[in-house]
């Protein structure tokens, strides 16, 4: 009988680092020229701010009314 000698047991893979959850659809409106961008687009850039200048935006609301059954 020849001596080998055991093989390693295999180890768990290292956990993948996940990249931060970014809400895919949310749509943002600037206030000043209602130019319409994605949360995306708006990551890329080193600041928040609209191709006019202006730095406020606001969260644009599907144009689809959600109705629910009342109680």
Same mark, same amino acid.
């Given at each position: 009988?020849?001596?080998? *000698?055991? $093989?390693? *047991?295999?180890? *768990?893979?290292?956990?993948?680092?996940?990249?931060?959850?970014?809400?895919?659809?949310? =749509?943002?409106?600037?206030?000043?020229?209602?130019?319409?961008?994605?949360?995306?687009?708006?990551?890329?850039?080193?600041? =928040?701010?609209?191709?006019?200048?202006?730095?406020?935006?606001?969260?644009?609301?599907? $144009? =689809?009314?959600?109705?629910?059954? $009342?109680?």
């Amino acid at each position: 009988m020849s001596a080998e *000698a055991p $093989a390693p *047991a295999p180890t *768990a893979p290292a956990p993948i680092a996940q990249p931060a959850k970014v809400f895919a659809g949310a =749509v943002y409106e600037c206030v000043r020229c209602g130019t319409r961008t994605t949360q995306e687009e708006l990551a890329k850039l080193p600041e =928040v701010k609209c191709i006019c200048g202006y730095r406020v935006f606001r969260k644009a609301r599907p $144009a =689809v009314v959600k109705q629910i059954k $009342a109680i």
